[in-house]
């Protein structure tokens, strides 16, 4: 018997059929005897309908009324699962952000959760009822409804976890779990039993697109055990519960690998301002007016000087390209800099792996596996158990499916 919340995204509530599926495998949970609190998302394709009505309306909508409207996509869903529960003779309650009380800021659309008062959910669930909470949103101090930002029901979820204690967030969504890499790029990608909060975070935020960068720092900071697992599959008790990828502490059990994943991201562009003066305050020259333009900078690299000149170079999101280069266009002048150069063809390719942190020795080996197909890096960056390269665009497939193989990732490492 276990405290488990469980959350739902669209494509699982996507339709009536597939709530009472839902319904379903709840009942499953609720006949083992397990205490559950259900998090659901809108229904597929609900909030998007809602933002397109919000901007035919007006092209800046007013943020308030913005979170009133996209707050009842969930709520739809919160009521649909309850009587579908209900008339399982699982018996049931739906609550909505503000009825439970997630506190959040103000910050309309990308409100941060500050307090959960579980009381509620203490008597539901002493009471055996299964509570049923509306992800994605909350109320401000004012009693104004706020939402957290897209895709932010998985936020909701691992946050309930926490201020319930619970002994697992089972986050049930269309793919089974955490892969090795993109199935889609290389077949053989495996899914993983395990993987730690910090590979996940570098994994979600490099483009792996499972959960909410945010739940998973959430998860992290109050170590709430998280499991992927698709709401197709059925639940496999025998094992020690439930299939999926279980994303968790470092812990001695954990699959020793060297490398858990490789991640990629294909929204990079790079530009490079060559020929800057080789004083203090040109880095600060150069990004002040890109972080200015409110344009996000991810790799950065300086090289060293030479005839009292260097060359900067950095990414941006390939959207922010544009407008990157018209501000180092600008900054060029202004600092007397010889050339702006950019790429918008580029890709970042990162292997994974908190085993990195006590090996020697992976970087050479991936940058070996990359040179005997005649792959050319532009740039590297590295962290402790992280190293991107840049390559053209070109190389992306053949890059990760090199790295997953030479790191012999299909295998399951014991
Ligand atoms: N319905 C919201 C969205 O589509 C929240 C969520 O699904 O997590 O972003
Ligand atoms: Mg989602």
Do not use: W
């Amino acid at each position: 018997m276990a405290l488990i919340v469980q959350k739902f995204g669209g494509t699982s509530v996507g339709t009536v059929e597939r709530i009472e599926n839902v319904a379903e495998r709840i009942k499953k949970f609720r006949d083992r005897g397990d205490d559950i609190v259900v998090v659901v998302s809108a229904m597929s394709g609900e909030t998007n309908r809602l933002i397109e009505m919000a901007y035919q309306i007006d092209e800046k909508p007013n943020a308030r009324e913005y979170d009133v409207l996209l707050s009842t996509g969930e709520q739809v869903t919160i009521a649909l699962l309850s009587m579908a529960l209900n008339r399982r003779g699982v018996p049931a309650r739906s609550y909505t952000g503000t009825q439970v009380h997630i506190l959040t800021d103000s910050a309309h659309n990308k409100a941060r959760i500050l307090d959960i008062n579980e009381l509620n959910m203490r008597t539901d669930l002493d009471q055996g009822r299964v509570v049923v909470v509306a992800g994605f949103q909350g109320v401000d101090e004012k009693g104004n409804i706020t939402t957290l930002g897209r895709g932010g029901s998985d936020t909701t979820a691992v946050a309930l976890a926490a201020a319930l204690k619970a002994d697992e967030c089972q986050i049930y969504t269309d793919v089974d779990g955490v892969y090795t890499t993109d199935p889609r790029v290389v077949p053989e990608a495996r899914r993983l039993e395990k993987i730690t909060f910090e590979e996940m975070l570098e994994m979600a935020s490099l483009g792996s697109k499972v959960l909410q960068i945010r739940a998973v720092e959430f998860a992290g900071k109050y170590n709430v055990p998280l499991r992927v697992l698709s709401s197709f599959d059925e639940p496999n008790f025998d094992s020690d519960g439930v299939n999926g990828t279980l994303i968790t502490y470092e812990e001695d059990k954990m699959e020793q690998a060297l490398i858990s994943g490789i991640a990629f991201n294909r929204d990079e562009a790079k530009l490079t301002i060559l020929g800057v003066p080789d004083k203090p305050g040109v880095a600060h020259g150069i990004l002040g007016p890109v972080g200015d333009a409110n344009i996000e900078i991810d790799m950065i690299i300086q090289n060293i000087g030479a005839d009292g000149t260097t060359d900067f170079t950095f990414t941006v999101h390939r959207n922010d390209f544009v407008a990157a280069k018209a501000v180092l266009n600008r900054v060029s002048n202004e600092l007397g800099a010889r050339e702006v150069i950019g790429d918008e063809k580029i890709v970042k390719i990162s292997l994974v792996g908190v085993g990195m942190r006590s090996h020697a020795g992976i970087a050479s080996k991936m940058f070996k596996a990359l040179a005997e197909e005649g792959i050319n890096i532009n740039m590297i960056s590295t962290s402790e158990i992280k190293i991107s390269v840049v390559v053209d665009e070109k190389y992306l497939e053949l890059g990760v499916r090199t790295l997953h193989s030479a790191f012999g990732l299909a295998e399951k490492q014991s």
